[in-house]
Each structure stands twice: as C-alpha cells, then as structure tokens.
C-alpha cells in the first residue's frame, strides 16, 4: 500500500507542475495549510480555495515547479520533502527554497496538505522519528 501511496503523491506533483492546478486527487472538500512562517499562513478549504491560492504561487513565480526530493509514508500520513523553484514575475529573480509537506490521505485521494519549514517538526506530524528516521507507529 505504500508504493500506491507514495506513486499517488508523486502524480499530484506531476500533475501540479504540468497542469499549473491541485491534481484531480484532491478530494473536494480538501484543505491546504500554509507554513505557520509563511506571511500568508491560512488555511484553504475546498478544492476551489486551494486553487485560489496555488494560483497566487504561479501570480508571483510563472515559472514555478515543486519537485518531491523524498517521499515517506506511514500509513494515511505521507512526508515529502520537497523543492520549490522559479523566477519572481517582476524581477526576474530566481527562487529556491526547501519545504516539508505533510499530506493525509484518505481512500487513495487527498485529504489534506500542510506545508512546515522544519524538516524535524514535518517528520515527526507523519508520525516518523527524526533521529532514527523510522515510523513511530501507523496511523
């Protein structure tokens, strides 16, 4: 069950890429969290609200990609680490940053996603220990 997991995590990045929308593994009553650093922390209720706010991402990076470095799951809990990459639409800059995604699964679709900035904090949320690296229990 944890290949088909993590294969179902691993098309919703693809398909977020290519598309530039959540992936039609969302459940439509899902939720996205941003990071509590994040200037815009909130929660996003519903697959219309997410799309909302992932369009803000493509707004300020046209270019943007999220890519999964790694990928762990536990149960209905998934830890992915992931990189974010892209041009800023006025400036030109390039960004780059590392985040966590926690994601929650729920009968091969997405239940929820919340982004963390500790990789440590986002390990331990999927139930993993971050020393040893091992689940702590399934969920």
């Known amino acids: 069950?944890?290949?088909?997991?993590?294969?179902?995590?691993?098309?919703?990045?693809?398909?977020?890429?290519?598309?530039?929308?959540?992936?039609?593994?969302?459940?439509?009553?899902?939720?996205?969290?941003?990071?509590?650093?994040?200037?815009?922390?909130?929660?996003?209720?519903?697959?219309?609200?997410?799309?909302?706010?992932?369009?803000?991402?493509?707004?300020?990076y046209p270019d943007l990609r999220v890519e999964p470095l790694e990928i762990r799951s536990n149960g209905d809990l998934v830890f992915v680490w992931t990189r974010f990459t892209g041009h800023g639409a006025d400036s030109g800059a390039p960004m780059e940053m590392e985040l966590a995604h926690v994601i929650t699964v729920e009968g091969r679709k997405t239940r929820r996603v919340q982004e963390y900035t500790d990789r440590y904090e986002a390990l331990r949320a999927a139930g993993f220990d971050p020393a040893g690296g091992a689940a702590s229990g399934e969920h």
């Open 1 to 60: 069950m944890s290949q088909e997991i993590e294969e179902l995590v691993r098309f919703g990045y693809e398909w977020f890429n290519r598309e530039r929308e959540p992936s039609p593994t969302w459940l439509a009553d899902g939720e996205f969290i941003n990071a509590r650093e994040d200037p815009d922390h909130a929660v996003y209720r519903g697959i219309d609200a997410i799309r909302k706010q992932h369009q803000g991402w493509f707004d300020a």
